[in-house]
């Protein structure tokens, strides 16, 4: 696509238990886009990440229609704007994400409480559902959970254009290639950091964790770009390392997803660092279930590691 996106470029996809493999096209206005939505039901968005589509997040759809609840699992398409180039996606994700908190304010209009509202979303996408929660004016969206977001460019940006803890009432961040791919500061009210949150194991000869790229991360690779006169490759860069490399990367929206489940949970330990996690020295701190039904009041506030499983399965309880 070329141009700012606009509402046609963006496609909000409703699936509920009673319809979970077709879903319904809402349109912001159109009252009979509404179909099968129901404002008395909690209502979760599912935003996909960069150059991606919904069928990236639909462990996390399927995971929520499954369960046997009555939610509204309203996953946004925004695969055009999200395809361009890294750095015109970022900004696509500004306009999107005001999108959404025009459209969540009209479904407040209709009477869905903004309390029952959970944003999710992975790698840009994450970046958005923090942008849409700030933006929404009908009230302050209940939860926003950020899965391994974006970090490249949003280290610098402004808090009303990146995800952080002003943007609902309870915002998780789980970091699983923070310092790479993925944002390494601790954002929300609760953060997570699986096996330290930079680097997953089971993930083999993964670029995006190796100890090179976390230590210096692709800042370092743009500096060097930039100093040979190439400013203009640096996307390219990040775009190659992003392609089929991220196994650490999409730890983040597989954790997730398991967790809704409810099988055994990713119980984490706050604590200063993962080192001090590691060597018994938090054994007397709180701790939280990390995922879907991480409490949003009580001790579920500051920095949490946890250890998992190299494969699925992941959660050691």
């Known amino acids: 696509m070329t141009g700012r996106p606009g509402e046609n470029d963006v496609n909000l996809l409703l699936y509920t238990r009673s319809n979970p493999t077709n879903p319904t096209t809402l349109r912001t206005g159109v009252d009979s886009s509404l179909g099968e939505f129901n404002p008395r039901h909690e209502t979760v968005f599912v935003i996909h990440g960069w150059t991606s589509n919904p069928s990236s997040v639909s462990a996390i759809t399927n995971g929520f229609v499954a369960t046997g609840r009555d939610y509204n699992v309203i996953v946004v398409d925004w695969s055009g704007p999200a395809s361009p180039g890294y750095v015109t996606a970022v900004g696509n994700a500004r306009e999107v994400g005001q999108i959404i908190a025009t459209f969540i304010d009209y479904l407040a209009s209709k ?37 391994d977001p974006a970090g490249p460019l949003f280290y610098t940006a402004s808090s009303e254009n990146k995800l952080d803890s002003a943007d609902g009432d309870f915002v998780q961040v789980i970091h699983t290639n923070g310092g790479v791919q993925g944002y390494k500061n601790a954002i929300g009210h609760a953060d997570f950091f699986p096996n330290g949150g930079s680097s997953q194991p089971g993930c083999g000869v993964d670029l995006q964790g190796t100890w090179l790229l976390v230590s210096y991360g ?3 690779y743009m500096s060097l770009i930039r100093d040979v006169g190439s400013e203009e490759l640096w996307p390219l860069v990040l775009h190659v390392s992003y392609q089929g490399r991220s196994c650490a ?35 007397s701190r709180p701790t939280a279930v990390m995922g879907a039904y991480t409490p949003s009041s009580g001790h579920a506030r500051g920095s949490f590691y946890l250890d998992t499983n190299n494969d699925s399965p992941y959660a050691l309880g």
């Open 111 to 147: 009477g869905l409480s903004t309390s029952w509202i959970d944003i999710i979303g992975f790698s840009l996408g994450a970046q958005v559902a923090g942008i849409a929660g700030f933006r929404v004016t009908a009230g302050t969206v209940g939860r926003v959970t950020g899965l």
């Open 249 to 283: 990367h999409h730890r983040a929206p597989a954790f997730y997803a398991e967790s809704i489940a409810r099988s055994t949970p990713f119980t984490a330990t706050e604590c200063g660092s993962y080192s001090d996690f590691s060597n018994n020295k938090c054994e």
């Open 218 to 220: 692709p800042w370092f």
